[in-house]
């Protein structure tokens, strides 16, 4: 069964608690306000859990077991490292993630946070719900519950609970398999989980997006069983001061297409609808914060599958921005549906800012690796805000080049005005598929912000829920 994940105070965590967990930096765990929680332990076993926490890149825990009443608690002491490079989030929150995961026992859980700074306190508590996740088929699975309290700050307890609601809704998407999460079950689960919210959900799916020009949805997803879908979620408070577009990736399954991929490269691309479930997750955050700020989102569904009806490589196909694009590759088929997703945004909701985001090029991990997505923004205001709001969340990102004087020619086409994929792999390649989505702003002059999340959404085999929080802080939701 699922964790049971709350967060309230101190006293309703800790209470019946079979396991209690203080999350800290030492030197802050050594503090009299934090050391009076720790009830039954001595002052010697305290300053020896400690000093026996490895303090090193990852941080470290140590456990003690005290006895209350006719039970006994497990004790965990969670030390945090210190804050790093500017590289990285000041708050550790991977660090504080990977400690609770490894922390939580049977029964209830009280996890304390004890926030270096107020500040930390966001990013601390998303780290919780990715250590919670919500998927699981394993036949005996015990039930538990974790219970999280602040200590030492005040922290916007409202805020958290829809991020780590978000966060665990994509975490569960990106985990489940296709066999459970086809298109039309992704569909049902975007209008399902805006039922009984303020927004309103439209659905495009199947021959309907060829006959209204989705040349890239429709030809990436034909062939498959449970064809192609653009859903379409929107928020509209009345007085918003902006509006944004949220454009996600959703290949819920990635065969490489005709261009199949090769043995031991295809387990795992369930996870290739990274993209789309970070929208879907940071949608229901909104939903439950309803800030004053107009959202658009668009889930790009669909499985890239092998097929009598597959489309080829040397197949002219015609995407919504109207351009034409030549196949040179069925496996850059993420870059297709983006296209139909930003050039729909682009020419029917004049959005302030579009944001797209995808699991997109197995290149983004060599470039900025499995922690930091990679981003490439046509404004440098945006770039730097997003690179400010992941340092927060803990949703790392670093910007790559925007040069598309350099870029554009990667996809030169002799009988159309595009190929899918770049002419020499060695020219910043994860730059260029955010160019090519670029190619299809029609007439948008405003800021774009592409997000390729292919290392950070999928972490040891398990969804992340990573750009939900990421959204949140971006845009003040």
């Not at 456990?63 to 004790?75: I, K, L, N, P, Y």
């Not at 030549?326 to 870059?335: C, K, V």
């Not at 005005?417 to 792999?425: A, G, I, Y």
Request: glycine fraction near 10%; proline fraction near 5%.
């Amino acid at each position: 069964m699922p964790t049971d994940l709350r967060y309230g105070t101190p006293r309703e965590a800790t209470t019946d608690a079979d396991t209690i967990v203080l999350v800290g930096r030492a030197e802050r765990l050594r503090q009299s306000d934090v050391r009076e929680l720790a009830v039954g332990v001595s002052d010697t076993i305290w300053n020896g859990l400690l000093d026996a926490a490895s303090n090193g890149d990852d941080g470290g825990s140590a456990t003690t077991f005290v006895e209350r009443g006719d039970s006994t608690v497990r004790v965990v002491v969670a030390a945090l490292p210190g804050p790093g490079t500017h590289y990285n989030s000041p708050s550790r929150p991977h660090a504080a993630a990977d400690l609770v995961r490894g922390a939580i026992g049977k029964g209830k859980t009280a996890v304390l946070i004890v926030p270096s700074e107020a500040s930390h306190g966001f990013a601390l508590g998303c780290a919780v719900a990715r250590a919670c996740p919500l998927y699981n088929r394993k036949g005996s699975s015990p039930e538990n519950s974790v219970a999280v309290g602040f200590v030492g700050h005040d922290v916007d307890l409202d805020r958290v609970r829809a991020a780590a609601k978000g966060i665990r809704v994509a975490g569960r998407l990106v985990d489940m398999p296709t066999s459970e999460l086809t298109t039309t079950a992704f569909a049902a689960e975007a209008r399902r989980l805006v039922d009984d919210t303020p927004a309103r959900c439209e659905q495009i799916q199947g021959e309907e997006l060829e006959r209204r020009g989705f040349g890239g949805l429709w030809n990436v997803g034909k062939t498959a069983e449970e064809k192609p879908a653009l859903v379409i979620l929107r928020y509209e408070p009345k007085g918003a001061t902006q509006h944004v577009a949220w454009v996600g990736k959703g290949i819920v399954y990635d065969t490489g297409g005709l261009s199949i991929k090769t043995r031991g490269n295809m387990a795992g691309m369930k996870c290739d609808m990274g993209g789309a479930a970070a929208v879907m997750g940071a949608f229901v955050a909104a939903m439950e914060q309803k800030p004053n700020v107009a959202i658009t989102a668009l889930l790009c569904l669909a499985e890239n599958a092998v097929g009598p009806s597959a489309y080829r490589p040397d197949d002219i196909i015609t995407l919504y921005s109207g351009k034409t694009v030549e196949i040179n590759n069925t496996d850059a088929e993420g870059r297709l549906v983006l296209g139909d997703g930003v050039a729909y945004a682009s020419k029917h909701l004049s959005p302030d800012v579009i944001v797209d985001l995808a699991t997109l090029t197995g290149a983004q991990l060599i470039a900025t690796g499995k922690r930091h997505a990679s981003i490439v923004c046509n404004d440098p205001e945006l770039e730097a805000q997003a690179v400010a709001a992941g340092r927060v969340t803990g949703d790392l990102v670093h910007p790559l080049p925007w040069v598309p004087e350099f870029f554009r020619n990667e996809f030169k086409s002799k009988i159309a005005d595009l190929k899918n994929s770049v002419k020499d792999r060695m020219n910043a390649q994860t730059s260029c598929a955010g160019q090519f989505v670029a190619e299809h702003l029609v007439d948008y002059d405003k800021k774009w912000l592409h997000i390729d999340l292919a290392g950070p959404a999928f972490i040891d085999e398990r969804g992340t829920g990573y750009g939900v929080a990421l959204l949140m802080e971006l845009f003040g939701v």
